[in-house]
């Protein structure tokens, strides 16, 4: 079975630094596009980031471009979110989410972690 377990979250001032991980299991991890999604209490779940199967090409979402920077280790079969210059906004649960095509992730099709919690202090 399809396993996808984060880490590394926890509580960080506003302006520091964070990584996450993403270990998957019982897939072809090369084979699959991975991205980071997050969502805050009473909002919609919102994407992040985006890698390609190779890690050649990433794609950010607005509000957090040129501050996170999403990266994978296919010999580790693990995924990483690179966080820094911290914002309260970006306070959330984040999750890590795999997929066989970039059109399909996030949607019914995808695998989905279950999730670490950022916090960021202002």
């Known amino acids: 079975q399809v396993q996808l377990v984060e880490s590394g979250g926890g509580l960080v001032q506003a302006g520091g630094s964070l990584r996450l991980s993403c270990a998957a299991s019982g897939l072809t991890f090369g084979n699959y596009v991975m991205g980071w999604y997050r969502q805050a209490p009473g909002k919609e779940r919102e994407w992040v980031a985006a890698?390609?199967?190779?890690?050649?090409?990433?794609y950010y979402g607005d509000p957090v471009k040129g501050r996170f920077s999403v990266s994978r280790d296919n010999a580790k079969n693990t995924l990483y979110l690179q966080m820094s210059s911290l914002k309260s906004e970006d306070t959330a649960v984040y999750y890590c989410?795999?997929?066989?095509?970039?059109?399909?992730?996030?949607?019914?099709?995808?695998?989905w972690g279950q999730g670490t919690q950022v916090t960021v202090s202002s």
């Open positions: 890698i390609s199967t190779r890690g050649v090409t990433t």
């Open positions: 989410a795999a997929d066989t095509l970039l059109s399909r992730l996030g949607g019914t099709t995808t695998y």
